[in-house]
């Protein structure tokens, strides 16, 4: 048997507003409601809902046999609730068939994994209890932002009792080893690993409507026979890719909608060939191999590791600002200032600070609300510096309010005193 | 390939970016073996760099004082004399001129191979003046009387200097050129460094814009130094784009380097606007924005270098603000000073309201500074790395300036990624897509 494991990343960043030098200290309003909106709304009409409606069309169609696997992060959630609730019901009613796996990844979608395992760990949780909320389902899959992954990150959710984890396939990593297989993290006993085949995912993914690609244009027929044809060297095929590549992405007028329509019934006709989510696929395959990944890597550009995020000074001084504040922020135990500055954390605000203009210029480009990666840091440094001398300023009220409560203890302690010697007093 | 050009400032003598432009395309191409005969008008009596021969302007006669130059080569120097001077205004002029009538500028005007509109246009402003009018036409029946001088003497050297192609730089010699075409017929390529739509602004003089028309519809080719300034060719003037090709000035990068988070040897910041104090280059703005940073941050120092028709109105808007503490103006800087007030900046604006290029930008980043540079501005298109707004949006380019003084990394990433940027903005190259267009003609 072969499996196809698709999983869909679901993810909507939150665009912050201009915020500029002259707003610090004087307004606390960071997002651009309008935006968000406008821009999921969008999504929501191009993407989010004919792509799930289709999937959920097919889950119908091929009862017990089509299976898919989605990471929908806290932020997409929330916005959901706010903008599209149409588009959660959908997803709720995916769920409901339990032909869909939902993973579990960090609540906003950070790179709180690089800067403090604490604050990792507390995002995991609240991403996992919002899973449960919404769709009645306990992950036991893992994914990290953008697939961010090494040895360590898979011990430490080894230890949060996930039993499969996700990360990519890639050639630096995997040399003349095949992303085909299940593997096992290094120092791990039970925690399987899963490796996203990125060449078949990009034919899809980026290569779709590439008219100036060889092999353009891809019917499902012929995306079904080069899976195929990988019968007898591989267990399973890991397809992980944006939801966004449905619609949004590729647009549905090169007939990606078609594509995936189609794809299932092609698939199919193989008798070795089948659909599984990822749990499934840890339950019933066994690893081949131990695969050590000391080094940190990704699923972003073609250099697959951290550059994305922290490839230059802008990134790695916005990244250092924000996560300083986050003892101050643990400390004023106030949810709402603990979720403004969690927003702070989505990696999106960082990647569009990125100055790699090599092969990836143009993806960063795609995606970013900004003119260039200094507007980026400028706006995000200025709402920084008005969330971190709000915080202080709030610090100080929590420090110098139990004072008073000290001095007034002390002073009432020295009125008894006084009193008691008044009574001792009066006599001699 | 034989290269006959008419050019007008030159170093030593400049005022502006047109000068500098002027000597690089001249030096590249003669590095690339281009045989060049550069024409001047000049203004001046010494010559500190040594391969310039002067005559006395007593004599306005066009001769051939064909000199090997001492440091380019194939460089000659026919000397024609006029008072021509790009950016003259009505002031200085006049201190130029002795009293030329009326009768001299129509004599000169009926001399020119002018479209018959274009003749009457002009011919109009004479009886203006002649009633004593205004200062203005005045001012403007000199400075065409001298393009038409230039124009017919400097066009006749066409018969005595072997060409293939005639290159011309802007409307004060497009004239020149024309009239060189009407001698040999060889084609004209004419290089657009400035529009009188942006010099002009509002007040756009419509016989400038009739002759600079005129003269993009005569000749083969367009060089326009910028995006920016092809769009408004063909905006506003109605040229084919297919014969406008843009070609971008460049940079001298040996500049000696400075640590961009060196501390400057200096209490205060300091933000520098450095250009001519016109309408064009927006000092009315870079004032606006100091009043705005003052505002927050109240030792930031203010510098304008340069001199200009506003410069008095500038003053008077800086003293009525009571900012004078904070704003200094430093008339016209030349040679060393130049450097010497970019070692000293901390951050550099050029709120242009239309800049067809904007070497300034480039010359403020190779000594280090961080530059926010308006977005009608052609620079923008060559420098992917800086700051950019929009010029009247003073509230934003204020902002911008307080994020460079406040946040290190991001002086120290734009830095060091603009420097890429003029690792790629080389003279050498505009001269090798200059030779392109040439090929186009001959």
């Known amino acids: 048997m072969v499996a196809i494991c698709f999983y869909f990343q679901v993810h909507q960043p939150k665009r912050l507003r201009k915020y500029t030098y002259f707003d610090i200290g004087r307004s606390h309003y960071y997002e651009d409601d309008t935006a968000n909106r406008e821009i999921f709304l969008k999504v929501a009409n191009k993407c989010y809902l004919p792509a799930s409606c289709l999937l959920l069309d097919l889950i119908r169609r091929y009862p017990g046999t089509f299976k898919i696997a989605f990471s929908v992060t806290g932020v997409f959630i929330e916005q959901c609730k706010l903008y599209s609730p149409e588009t959660l019901d959908v997803f709720k009613r995916l769920a409901a068939t339990g032909q869909v796996e939902f993973l579990n990844e960090t609540y906003y979608h950070s790179l709180s994994f690089l800067f403090s395992q604490e604050e990792f760990k507390k995002q995991v949780e609240k991403h996992r209890n919002l899973i449960r909320e919404e769709f009645n389902y306990d992950a036991t899959t893992f994914r990290n932002t953008e697939l961010i992954y090494n040895n360590e990150l898979a011990k430490v959710v080894e230890s949060l009792g996930y039993k499969t984890i996700l990360a990519e396939g890639a050639d630096k990593v995997l040399g003349w080893r095949s992303p085909n297989y299940v593997y096992q993290p290094v120092g791990c006993s039970k925690l399987k690993l899963l490796l996203r085949n990125y060449r078949l995912t990009d034919d899809i993914a980026f290569r779709f409507s590439e008219k100036s690609w060889s092999e353009y244009p891809v019917y499902a027929d012929k995306y079904a026979y080069w899976l195929h044809s990988l019968h007898g060297q591989a267990d399973l095929i890991n397809l992980f890719m944006d939801f966004e590549t449905f619609g949004e992405h590729q647009w549905q007028e090169f007939g990606i909608f078609d594509f995936l329509n189609n794809l299932p019934e092609y698939v199919l006709r193989h008798p070795e060939y089948t659909f599984m989510t990822p749990s499934e696929v840890s339950q019933k395959l066994q690893p ?3 695969l050590d990944v000391p080094n940190f890597m990704s699923w972003a550009d073609v250099d697959r590791d951290l550059t994305a995020w922290r490839g230059n000074h802008l990134q790695e001084d916005a990244l250092a600002s924000i996560y300083n504040l986050r003892d101050t922020v643990y400390d004023l135990k106030n949810d709402d200032l603990l979720n403004v500055w969690r927003s702070l954390l989505t990696s999106d605000h960082f990647y569009y600070m990125c100055t790699k203009y090599a092969a990836d210029g143009d993806v960063h480009k795609y995606f970013n609300p900004y003119r260039n990666p200094y507007e980026a840091y400028i706006n995000y440094q200025n709402i920084v510096s008005d969330l971190a001398a709000e ?17 007034n203890g002390f002073l009432t302690d020295i009125l008894r005193f006084l009193g008691r010697k008044a009574k001792n007093g009066g006599g001699t | 390939m034989k290269v006959l050009m008419y050019g007008w400032e030159f170093p030593p003598k400049i005022s502006g970016g047109l000068g500098v432009a002027c000597y690089a ?7 690339k073996h281009v045989d060049l005969t550069l024409i001047l008008p000049q203004t001046t009596h010494t010559d500190p760099v040594g391969h310039v021969n002067f005559i006395n302007c007593s004599n306005v006669t066009a001769r051939d ?22 950016y003259a205004n009505s002031n200085n002029f006049r201190c130029l001129l002795s009293d030329e009538t009326a009768q001299d500028f129509l004599i000169l005007l009926t001399k020119m191979h002018l479209p018959a509109e274009i003749k009457s246009m002009v011919g109009d402003i004479v009886e203006a003046s002649a009633a004593g009018k205004n200062i203005t036409d005045k001012y403007e029946v000199n400075l065409l ?7 017919l003497h400097a066009g006749a050297l066409a018969e005595e200097v072997e060409h293939d192609i005639i290159h011309a730089h802007d409307w004060l010699t497009v004239l020149a050129a024309l009239e060189a075409k009407r001698h040999r017929h060889k084609p004209v390529v004419l290089h657009i460094h400035a529009l009188e739509t942006d010099r002009g602004g509002l007040w756009v003089d419509k016989r400038i814009f009739a002759i600079e028309k005129y003269g993009m519809e005569q000749a083969d080719q367009i060089i326009a130094v910028s995006q920016f300034t092809k769009n408004n060719i063909v905006k506003y003037y109605g040229i084919a784009p297919e014969k406008i090709n843009v070609v971008h000035n460049g940079i001298y990068c040996d500049e000696e380097k400075i640590d961009p988070l060196a501390k400057k040897d200096k209490p205060h910041e300091m933000v520098l606007f450095l250009g001519r104090i016109t309408q064009q280059k927006g000092p009315y703005f870079f004032i606006e924005v100091a009043k705005r940073v003052l505002e927050e941050k109240p030792d930031v120092q203010f510098v304008l270098a340069g001199n200009g028709d506003l410069l008095i109105d500038m003053i008077e808007r800086v003293a009525s603000l009571r900012i004078g503490k904070n704003v200094h103006f430093t008339g016209f800087l030349q040679g060393k000073e130049v450097g010497d007030i970019y070692k000293l900046a901390d951050v550099y604006v050029m709120p242009s309201v239309s800049e067809p290029f904007g070497l300034s930008a480039l010359e403020a980043l190779s000594y280090n500074v961080p530059a926010i540079i308006s977005k009608q501005s052609g620079v923008s298109e060559v420098l992917r790395h800086v700051l950019v707004a929009d010029f009247w949006d003073t509230e934003e380019m204020a902002a911008k300036i307080l994020a460079l003084l406040k946040y290190q990394a991001l002086r120290k990433t734009s830095l060091a990624h603009a420097s890429e940027d003029l690792q790629m903005v080389t003279w050498a190259r505009a001269a090798d897509k200059i030779i392109g267009v040439y090929r186009k003609v001959t």
């Open chain 1, 288 to 290: 081949v191999a131990a």
């Open chain 2, 145 to 151: 009387t001298e393009v038409f001088r230039y124009a």
């Open chain 1, 391 to 407: 915080l202080s300023l709030r610090k100080q009220e929590l420090i110098s309010q139990p004072e008073i409560q000290k001095s």
């Open chain 2, 65 to 86: 004082e064909a000199k090997e130059s001492v440091g380019i080569v194939n460089i000659k120097h026919p000397k024609i004399v006029t008072y021509l001077h790009p």
């Open chain 2, 25 to 31: 395309i001249v030096k590249e191409l003669a590095r």
